[in-house]
Nanobody, 114 residues
């Protein structure tokens, strides 16, 4: 399984971005999909995740601002990010699990200027 993410970029504080990620390859049944991020000098952290059934989980720091969703027919996961803050600046990684294996995308950079 390969994951290809897109949608990162530079935005001013208070702005919005939408990240997309599509899974390719041998797709049988992807369970959880989600987004992690890693800021310079920090560990990678969970941003948001969504189960196949649609249950969601968010980091406290993004609740109320970010929305994760998925389209199972397209093997895709999305992250709508609103009211972005400079502290949201990071490389965002798409994540998916299938058959007890975890897969990662290459990351897309999100930069929020103050």
């Amino acid at each position: 399984v390969q994951l290809q993410a897109s949608g990162g970029g530079l935005v001013q504080a208070g702005g919005s971005l939408r990240l997309s990620c599509e899974a390719f390859g041998i797709i049988r049944r992807i369970n959880n999909m989600g987004w992690y991020r890693q800021a310079p000098g920090k560990q990678r952290e969970l941003v948001a995740a969504v189960s196949r059934a649609g249950s969601t989980n968010y980091a406290d720091s993004v609740k109320g601002r970010f929305t994760v969703s998925r389209d199972n027919a397209k093997n895709s996961v999305y992250l709508q990010m609103n009211n972005l803050k400079p502290e949201d600046t990071a490389v965002y990684y798409c994540n998916a699990d299938q058959d007890a294996h975890e897969y990662w995308g290459r990351g897309t950079l999100v930069t929020v200027s103050s």
